[in-house]
């Protein structure tokens, strides 16, 4: 498996990666959580709201303390695949645009019921999903710094 095929199917469902790599102990325990984060915070509710255009709706269906767990779970399943997903050792740092994304959309969590653009209140999806953006203009440069620094030290 590619790394880029681990991080698909980990976006499809965190678990499937590690199911496809044989590591099913894992693979179930991210399914699992998964599925206890998703049922605990309404999160299909509300991407089913959101999609509709229905986003005061969708705040008021999800619940945020359940939500608040999701980035860290997904974004840690993703970079596990990506890791294992090829013999060869991953990319030095190449877990810092997986954390930073992370990082960057709880806080997109946290700002989900006030951030509005031209007006649109983004709400508990499409907030965090755009925050994926400077997750990875923030997380890529610094791989890329820290992984240069540490070629160039003898």
């Known amino acids: 498996m590619t790394r880029l095929e681990a991080i698909l199917w ?46 005061e709706q969708a705040l008021a269906t999800v619940d945020m303390q359940w939500i608040m767990f999701y980035p860290c779970l997904y974004f840690f399943a993703m970079w596990d695949g990506f890791k294992d997903a090829e013999a060869d050792p991953p990319p030095l740092y190449s877990f810092i645009p997986f954390a930073c994304c992370a990082y960057f959309v709880t806080v997109g969590i946290m ?29 890529l440069p610094i791989q890329l710094l820290l992984a240069k620094k540490a070629n160039a030290t003898p």
């Open 10 to 55: 980990n976006i499809a469902l965190p678990g499937f990666s590690q199911l496809l790599n044989k590591q099913y102990v894992k693979g179930i325990v991210f399914i699992v959580l998964e599925f206890l984060i998703n049922m605990g915070a309404h999160f299909n509710s509300a991407i089913q709201l959101s999609f509709l255009g229905e986003t």
């Open 111 to 139: 700002y989900a019921s006030v951030v509005k653009i031209n007006g649109v209140l983004l709400g508990p999806i499409w907030l965090p999903m755009l925050s994926v953006i400077p997750g990875l203009i923030v997380g």
